[in-house]
């Protein structure tokens, strides 16, 4: 099972839920600077990223099967190579085992 949408000039994919999600999410995590957003509950998770294009994918299974179908959507759109992306997952896999003062003070060096 996975349920993606993602934002160009409107919302368009193959759920109501995860349409509805993005909606409700995208300016606030635009705004907030949010550029990935993983998470987890039970059998699914779900993955939002902001750059290059609002996108939301739920899917049953771990973060990484969310990731791989990110990824897969995203060559189908045209919007990255396969390089590309797997650099912003690498970041972020590393910020995330990094303690805060050394993510800020990574982000502020730009």
């Not at 919007?79 to 800020?104: G, Q, R, T, W, Y």
């Amino acid at each position: 099972m996975v349920e993606y949408a993602y934002f160009m000039e409107k919302v368009v994919g193959n759920s109501k839920v995860a349409a509805t999600y993005l909606e409700a999410v995208k300016d606030f995590a635009v705004k907030a600077g949010v550029r990935e957003l993983a998470f987890s509950t039970g059998d699914f998770s779900a993955i939002l990223l902001t750059s290059p294009i609002a996108i939301f994918v739920v899917v049953e299974g771990e973060i990484a099967d969310a990731k791989l179908h990110v990824r897969k959507i995203l060559r189908e759109l045209g919007f990255e190579k396969k390089a590309n992306l797997d650099e912003i997952f690498e970041l972020a896999e590393e910020i995330e085992e990094m303690p805060i003062e050394e993510v800020v003070r990574k982000m502020s060096k730009g």
